[in-house]
DNA sequence: CCCAGTTATCGTATGGGCTACGGAAACTCT
DNA sequence: AGAGTTTCCGTAGCCCATACGATAACTGGG
C-alpha cells in the first residue's frame, strides 16, 4: 500500500533535495563518517532488493555500520529519507536537458520518457509504493517536468500544461503498475499467471454467469486469451497512443490540414477555463504560486 | 505509499469474499459474537477517518469491543482484511448489473464508472494505499469489470478488452490520485494550494532558470495559473476524452463513416504491432509476468 | 441434568518498527 | 590543554501483527 508519512518541513528537506548546490560543510566539530548520499543509496539498495518497507532505519544503518540513531544526524525522519531516494531516483532516468540531443520528433521524445520511466520502475519497484502526489521538489523531479514541456513546444500554451500533465499521469500508472507486479512477483515468488492459476476455483465456484453476460461472452469468444501481462502492456501501448494523437491535433502545426470531423473536438478541448491566462508579470512573481506535476 | 502484505491463501479468501453466497452457519459451539460484516465496516469506518494504517488490528478490535485477537477468528489476517474492506468498498458503487436502466449511451455509461469511481475514492481515501494489481476477486470487483465490458459491446471483440483494460486503468490511476489527495489534505490539514505555497522558496532559492526553459517560458506565459487541483482535474477530463475518442474510431458502428485520416490511427490498434519497438526489447526481461489491475 | 464436543474469546509474549532524549566521543581552534 | 562544536549511539517508550494456549460459552446426546 502507499505510504503516508507526515508533512515534511520545506526548510529542512528542500536544502537536502538540492544539497549538491551547496557545497559548504563544517569546519569544526567531529567529522562525519558518512555523507547523506550514502544514506540515501544504501536506502535504495536495500529497498531495490527487498522493498520499501525493509529499508527501515535499523536496516539502513546496518548496512552503513552504524547504529540506527547515527542516521537521524543526516535525516531528519524516515520520511525524509523516502523523499530523497524518490527525487534521487527520478533524476537517474537522465532525461535529456536543454542542451542536448533529442531523439527525433515529440512523440519519439515523449516515447523516451516512456520507456525510460517503465525502466526505472522495473528497477526500481518500490516506488510504487510512493505516492507522487506533493512530490519532493528536488532536481529529480523537476528535470522530469522540464523534459516533458520541453517536448510539447507545438502545443499552445494555454493547452500545453494539461497535456503535459496528462501523458505524466497515465506514463506514471502504467509505470508504476509494472512496478506492483515486479514487487509482488518477488514477494510472492509467483508469476501472475501462476497466481491467476491458482484462483482457477474463481471461476468454476463462485463465479456467476447470469451476473456477468459480457464477460462470459467475451471468454467465449476468446477475448481473455492474451495473458495478464500482455493485457496490461496493450492497454498501455493503446492509451498512450491515443493521447498522443488527441494531443498532435492540439500541435499548432496541424491543426490547419485536418478534417473537420478532427477539429470540431479540438474546440473545447481543454475548455473556456484554460484558455483565459490571467498573464503574470515575471517569473519573480513564482513565489506562492503553485505548480504540479501530474 | 502502497501496503504490500502476504500472499493470501485462495482456500480461505475466496469463501470469504463470496460469504453472502453461502449462509450455512455452525449450530454447535459458542455463538460468535460479531460477524465478518461487522469487521469488515468498522475497518472501513476506522480507514475512512484515519486512514489504512489507523485501521490496525488492535483499533478495529477496540471500535467493536473486543479483544484485539478475537478478530482472528474472522479474518485469518489483516491481510485479508484489508482484501475484503477493498471489494466491499468497490462492489459499494452499485453499478448497473445486467438488467438495470443505463444512463444512456455508451460513453455516458462510461462517465457514470468515472463519476462513481472518482466518488468512491473520495469517500475512501485509504483505497489510493491498496495496490490494485493482483485485485481481491470478488463480487465488488467483478461487477466493475462486467459494467465496463458491457459499456463496449460495439467495440469488436478482439479489441473489446483492451479498450475495457485501458479505461479502468485510466480512471483508477486518476481516482487514485483523488484519494492521495485527500489523504494528504487530512494528514497534513493543509490544502494543496497551501503546500505549493508553503514551498515558494523553491523558486526563489533552489530553482535554476537556465536548466529549466521551458518550465520558466511557460510559467511567463502564464500555463501555470490554474492550481494543482484543477490541472489534475483538467488532465483526467482530457485524457479520458482523447482515449474515449479514440475508442469511438474502433466501433463498428461508426468506422465506416470515418475519414481516412482516422482509419489509419485504426490499423493495428490491438494487433503485434502495438507496442513500440523499444519498449518491446525492453518488456521481454520481465517475461513471464504480470496481470494488473482492471 | 450433566458432560463431551465444538466454537469463540482473549491474555501473554515475541519481535519488529520509529524516534525523543541525553550523554559520550571526536574533531578544530585558541 | 580547554572550550566549542559536531557526530555518534544506548536506552527507553510507544506503536504494530500475530503465535500459542488457556478459558468461556454454547449444542446435542445420554
Redesign the pocket.
Known amino acids: 500500500m502507499t505510504e503516508f508519512?507526515?508533512a515534511t518541513d520545506p526548510d529542512r528537506i528542500l536544502p537536502l533535495l538540492w544539497r549538491h548546490r551547496t557545497a559548504r560543510k563544517?569546519?569544526?566539530?567531529?567529522?562525519?563518517?558518512?555523507s547523506v548520499d550514502d544514506v540515501v543509496a544504501a536506502g535504495i539498495a536495500i529497498a531495490d532488493t527487498d522493498g520499501l518497507?525493509?529499508?527501515?532505519?535499523?536496516?539502513v544503518a546496518a548496512r552503513l555500520g552504524?547504529?540506527?540513531?547515527?542516521l537521524?544526524?543526516?535525516v531528519p525522519?524516515?520520511?525524509e529519507l523516502v523523499e530523497l531516494m524518490v527525487d534521487d531516483v527520478l533524476g537517474g532516468r537522465r532525461l535529456p536537458g536543454p542542451g542536448d540531443e533529442r531523439p527525433g520528433p515529440w512523440r519519439d521524445q515523449i516515447q523516451l520518457y516512456a520507456d525510460r520511466t517503465l525502466a526505472m520502475y522495473r528497477a526500481h519497484p518500490w516506488l510504487s509504493e510512493v505516492s507522487r502526489v506533493r512530490p519532493p521538489l528536488g532536481p529529480g523531479m523537476l528535470r522530469e517536468s522540464e523534459y516533458v514541456l520541453s517536448t510539447l513546444g507545438a502545443v499552445p500554451v494555454a493547452r500545453r500544461n494539461t497535456a503535459a500533465v496528462t501523458i505524466v499521469m497515465f506514463v506514471t500508472a502504467a509505470a508504476r503498475q509494472e512496478g506492483e507486479n515486479a514487487q509482488l512477483r518477488r514477494a510472492s515468488g509467483q508469476s501472475n499467471d501462476a497466481w491467476w492459476g491458482q484462483r482457477g476455483q474463481l471461476w468454476e465456484q463462485w463465479f456467476d454467469v447470469e451476473q456477468h453476460p459480457a464477460m462470459t461472452e467475451l471468454w467465449n469468444a476468446g477475448g481473455f486469451d492474451r495473458g495478464p501481462d500482455q493485457q496490461a502492456a496493450d492497454a498501455f501501448a493503446l492509451g498512450l497512443r491515443l493521447i498522443l494523437d488527441g494531443i498532435s491535433v492540439q500541435r499548432d502545426d496541424r491543426v490547419a490540414q485536418l478534417p473537420d470531423a478532427l477539429n470540431a473536438h479540438r474546440d473545447g478541448l481543454a475548455g473556456d477555463d484554460l484558455a483565459h491566462p490571467s498573464r503574470r508579470a515575471g517569473q519573480d512573481d513564482v513565489a506562492g504560486q503553485q505548480r504540479h506535476d501530474m
Open positions: 508519512s507526515g563544517a569546519t569544526t566539530g567531529r567529522p562525519p563518517r558518512l518497507a525493509a529499508a527501515s532505519m535499523a536496516r552504524v547504529a540506527t540513531m547515527t537521524y544526524t543526516y525522519s524516515r520520511t
